[in-house]
């Protein structure tokens, strides 16, 4: 049995180096594809992602969906594997089952996400980046719904299957950093940029097909979620989180005119922070 979780991800990254999550994501997943058919291998579940589903408009996203659309070359790659998997099932009758993760959160999580991001710098006083207004949601899922989730797609051996993890429904990014400051007892300096490229403004999981096939369900709230990673933070890091000012200090950078190279807009959020 392989369960391959393994991948190069984020999507701003994948912007500015696509060549990278080609090498890793498709071709790495090709090479375990391959040596999962020449030895037999009974069941092959591997990790994909919600950002496949793209600019969707669905007030939930399901595996139904078309998402022949990617917004970002790490999309594209994941879709691309999906893509794979189903030519090693058709071709070899391997047993496949990707797994689609919405925005995975926890203790020792990636340190270039923003629930781990938030939680350090707000606690260590530094500035956060909000980008947008705050109304962009996600439906961010604690790690051990994912781990059992995962479990239960390798006990539960499909032909070829897609699944949706997640907790089914979203929170907003302003919500979001509410909760980090009451959960670290310290006010958020926040800086507001403008949307980025390749982001998608909502995603939000129809968990029913795993919940159905694999007796899916998340247990953990966003609120508790954060509360760990909070405490986990604490003892790995050992940070004294200390009360801060009774108002969010908010930097505003507005969306530079068209005639602005990128050297420009850099100079400016560096002016605006020193002020």
């Known amino acids: 049995w392989v369960c391959h979780m393994a991948a190069r991800a984020g999507v701003r990254p ?16 090709t090479v375990l594809l391959e040596l999962s058919r020449k030895f037999g291998v009974k069941n092959f579940v591997f990790a994909s992602s919600s950002s496949v589903y793209g600019g969707s408009k669905s007030t939930f996203f399901s595996e139904h969906e078309a998402v022949d659309r990617p917004v970002s070359p790490y999309a594209a790659s994941k879709k691309a594997c999906e893509l794979l998997a189903y030519t090693y099932h058709h071709l070899y009758k391997l047993n496949v089952t990707a797994l689609r993760f919405f925005t995975v959160y926890g203790p020792r999580g990636r340190p270039d996400m923003a629930p781990f991001k938030f939680i ?21 899922t604690y790690v051990s719904d994912i781990v059992d989730g995962v479990v239960r797609a390798i006990d539960h051996p499909h032909a070829y299957e897609i699944f949706n993890l997640g907790k089914g429904n979203g929170t907003a990014l302003s919500e979001f ?9 310290t006010k958020a300096n926040i800086m507001v940029l403008p949307d980025q490229p390749g982001d998608v403004p ?3 999981a129809d968990v029913t097909k795993a919940r159905k096939l694999l007796g899916y369900q998340a247990k953990v709230s966003f609120d508790e979620g954060i509360r ?21 200090f908010v930097v505003r ?3 530079p005119p068209p005639t602005m190279t990128t050297t420009n807009v850099e100079e400016m959020k560096s002016l605006t922070l020193c002020h």
């Open 120 to 140: 350090d710098r707000v606690s260590r006083g530094l500035t956060i980046q909000q980008f947008g207004d705050g109304s962009s949601s996600r439906d961010y």
């Open 202 to 204: 909502y995603t939000c």
């Open 14 to 29: 994948s912007i500015e180096d696509p060549f990278v999550y080609i090498h890793s994501n498709i071709v790495g997943t």
């Open 177 to 185: 950093i509410h909760l980090v400051q009451s959960h670290t007892n």
């Open 228 to 248: 760990k990673t909070v405490e986990w933070y604490k003892e790995a890091h050992g940070c004294n989180v200390a009360k801060s000012p009774e108002i969010d």
């Open 253 to 255: 950078v507005p969306p």
